[in-house]
């Protein structure tokens, strides 16, 4: 990673939006969310809405649960609602320190009835919610029904099983959370707008809750009895379906790892289909006819050089507050801070963060400049909205038309972007028009060797005024593009995707005003029983956007099998051929030591590290390019590595000795273990042990998380796979006991 250089003061969190007049958060978890979005405070409500009302309330969801908290742990928000929503919202929250460990958490109540509209809850002590969990995860979605059932109008809601999470990098520090979303339904035809999310712990406690639309009194729906038969609207998708060949981009943001795959997928620009009128739906709302697809036209037919070469992080800085600049003596335009980084796809960049300061409050976000030309990556003009909240924010009452829109756009990104312009095309399909902000969306997708590029684009908003509201360069650097000469035939693929054919009922909003409250009813194209499935054109293989759990169980073995399967799951254990890993080979030091540190604490490789710009090397052939460099430098900064020697051998194995020494490392006794003279090993192989480790192997030994077999310690044996997975277990439930936050 490269070092940056930084000019400012302070460095704030992308979106940050905040009032000094709004409730306090504890934390930011799902459940909470929504406090990131600008608060209204509503001081004519207080005297309504009493703290003990909302303490009694909050009880009577949890009876028992929270017996030790006393009124004085409780903190209360003002009353307050959000833009564009006059529904008041009250806020409760609590902060506890039990034995030293901390207790908080705290709920969002909704309207008259005081309504339950999030909850978040972290325990002081979860440790029978590590894996492996005290409850499967059966059990975990019975304790969600049970709350639900505690829920007004839960009742109308069904568990949506197309939503599966990947764990991510989970660590085994933390506790296992059961995620289940639940959808609401009207006459058994789900609504997807309307959710619960409720996630348990591995303990089978309630973690967190967030809802929807809780108000939906005003609701209505189109009449279920009056639905066009399934077969006549699958027999109309079928006669209008095309499919296009593609290059797909996937990103991972945990590893930093880009593939690139050809696939086939659905071109039309069309959602579903109307199923009282038979009307296309398109991201505009429905229509009698399909959107038309526009032939490839490139934004520019020649390159156009950019406006500088020699950027700085001055210029950035003069570029920033004429672009930002607001039309208002009531705001305060603040650059927070300036600095140079890698972004998260890996673009070198000028980060900008600024705030605009109104009163008592501010809203503010980040904007990032190419580092070597200036020109704009990533814009998202929030003026609107902030002059919107202060009721300065003029109506247009003649928009422009989305042609006009259109125009506009592409002069922007000559303007501002122009480098890369001739990678791309015009927008193909139809441009999406946000009626309730007046907004025209646009896409502008990459084509190469005339294949449009999925994942790939720059996105542009333009006002219904003219305005530019947001760019975004999303330029992808890949060197080998796969050739299309060996995929299978489009007639083939299409045929592939007629046989998989089938329609989801749902009911849905005729596009996203806000104000409209009627849902019409619609069937939703499924290929494959997924409604983000692709095909693979050089296998001729079905993908999707989501992974089934059960595709995610790759390892089987005796003993250790739960363990694998965890570690490979949560992102911990790297596999890469699932076929011939084998779980009782040695293992390396360096893939040792990465299951170790990821098993304390998150890892993002390949990803940016705030507040570790400055990092040193510690070993001479471990250097910032080198794969393991984050993971080395993290545990030489815990202690766990001595930096002795000058270079580190991870592709040494590892032996219980040595595994030992970092284990009790990792705890911080290094101290206690140094005082070799206090400990005595009862080992038939006591004297393999070498003097200076004695300690670390008795601490280790007692703490049960390497012992003796048949009273043999085998100081000199080398780690498996499967060794390791069970051991660290064991590390990670130590380590929450003692004091997990010291490894974040």
């Known amino acids: 990673m490269k070092n940056l250089r930084t000019l400012g003061i302070l460095t704030l969190s992308t979106g940050l939006s905040f009032g000094a007049l709004a409730p306090a958060v504890a934390a930011a978890t799902p459940a909470n969310e929504q406090n990131e979005m600008v608060q209204i405070r509503t001081a004519s409500v207080e005297s309504v809405v009493t703290k003990s009302e909302l303490i009694k309330k909050f009880k009577e969801l949890f009876p028992n649960k929270f017996d030790f908290l006393n009124d004085g742990d409780f903190h209360m928000g003002s009353g307050h609602h959000f ?5 008041i919202r009250y806020d409760l929250s609590f902060h506890k320190e039990i034995n030293g460990k901390r207790v908080y958490g705290g709920i969002g109540f909704v309207g008259e009835e005081l309504e339950i509209e999030n909850f978040y809850y972290q325990p002081a002590n979860s440790i029978d919610a590590l894996f492996p969990a005290k409850v499967t995860k059966g059990e975990a979605e019975e304790a969600a029904l049970a709350f639900l059932k505690k829920i007004p109008g839960a009742s109308e809601y069904q568990l949506d099983t197309t939503h599966d999470y990947n764990l991510g990098n989970q660590p085994l520090t933390e506790p296992i959370r059961y995620s289940f979303s639940f959808v609401r339904t009207e006459n058994q035809v789900p609504i997807p707008d309307q959710h619960i999310q409720v996630n348990v712990l591995g303990n089978g406690e309630i973690a967190d809750f967030y809802r929807t639309s809780v108000n939906t009194e005003s609701h209505t729906f189109d009449d279920i009895t009056k639905v066009i038969s399934e077969n006549e609207i699958l027999t109309k998708v079928k006669e209008n379906l095309a499919i296009d060949l593609q290059y797909r981009i996937d990103f991972d943001y945990q590893t930093g790892d880009r593939t690139v795959q050809l696939v086939y997928q659905p071109t039309n620009d069309f959602l579903g289909v109307h199923a009282l009128s038979g009307e296309w739906q398109t991201v505009n709302g429905f229509s009698p006819d399909l959107p038309e697809e526009q032939e490839i036209e490139f934004i520019t037919a020649e390159p156009i050089q950019p406006k500088q070469t020699d950027f700085s992080l001055e210029k950035a800085k003069a570029f920033a507050q004429k672009l930002l600049s607001i039309d208002s003596d009531k705001v305060k335009l603040s650059i927070e801070s300036i600095e140079e980084r890698e972004n998260h796809i890996g673009q070198e960049v000028i980060a900008i963060q600024y705030m605009y300061y109104y009163g008592n409050s501010g809203h503010g976000t980040e904007l990032e400049l190419d580092k070597q030309t200036g020109e704009i990556i990533q814009y998202t003009d929030i003026k609107s909205d902030v002059l919107r909240e202060m009721g300065d924010n003029k109506e247009n009452n003649q928009p422009i038309s989305s042609e006009e829109a259109l125009n506009l756009a592409v002069e922007y990104l000559k303007e501002f972007s122009p480098s890369h312009l001739h990678n791309y095309a015009k927008p193909t399909g139809e441009a999406h028009f946000e009626s309730d ?22 996105s542009v908003g333009v006002s219904a005024d003219g305005s530019l509201l947001g760019l975004n360069v999303n330029y992808q650097d890949v060197e080998n593009w796969p050739t299309s000469e060996e995929v299978i035939s489009e007639e083939e693929a299409k045929a592939e995707f007629l046989e998989q054919l089938s329609l989801d009922l749902q009911y849905v909003k005729e596009g996203y005003a806000e104000d409209d409250d009627h849902y019409q009813l619609a069937y939703t194209p499924l290929f494959n029983e997924n409604q983000f499935s692709f095909i693979d054109a050089n296998t001729g293989e079905w993908n999707s956007l989501t992974e089934e759990e059960s595709e995610r169980q790759v390892i089987t073995h005796p003993w250790a099998e739960d363990e694998l399967n965890y570690l490979v799951n949560a992102r911990i254990l790297d596999v890469e051929d699932v076929n011939t890993f084998d779980a009782n080979e040695k293992i390396t030091k360096g893939d040792a030591l990465a299951v170790i540190m990821k098993s304390l604490t998150h890892f993002y490789e390949g990803g940016y590290y705030p507040g570790q710009e400055n990092m040193s090397q510690s070993f001479d ?12 430098e993290r545990a030489v900064s815990l202690n766990i590595l001595d930096t002795e020697s000058a270079n580190l051998d991870l592709d040494a194995h590892l032996t219980r000795e040595e595994l030992a020494v970092w284990y009790i490392r990792a705890l911080g006794l290094e101290q206690a273990a140094k005082q070799g003279s206090i400990y005595q090993l009862d080992f038939a192989d006591a004297n393999d042990v070498q003097k200076e480790y004695i300690g670390h192997v008795a601490l280790a030994n007692s703490l049960e998380l390497l012992t003796a077999n048949r009273n043999q310690f085998n100081p000199n044996q080398e780690v498996t796979y499967a060794h390791l997975a069970v051991s660290v277990v064991r590390l990670a439930h130590e380590a929450y006991k003692r004091n997990p936050e010291m490894y974040y």
């Open 83 to 87: 833009p564009d929503d006059d529904t």
């Open 437 to 458: 902000r007046g907004v025209y969306h646009f896409a502008f997708p990459r084509v190469v060797d005339g294949i449009l590029v999925s994942g790939d684009n720059i």
């Open 621 to 632: 052939n471990i250097d910032p390019e080198h794969p393991l460099y984050q993971i080395v």
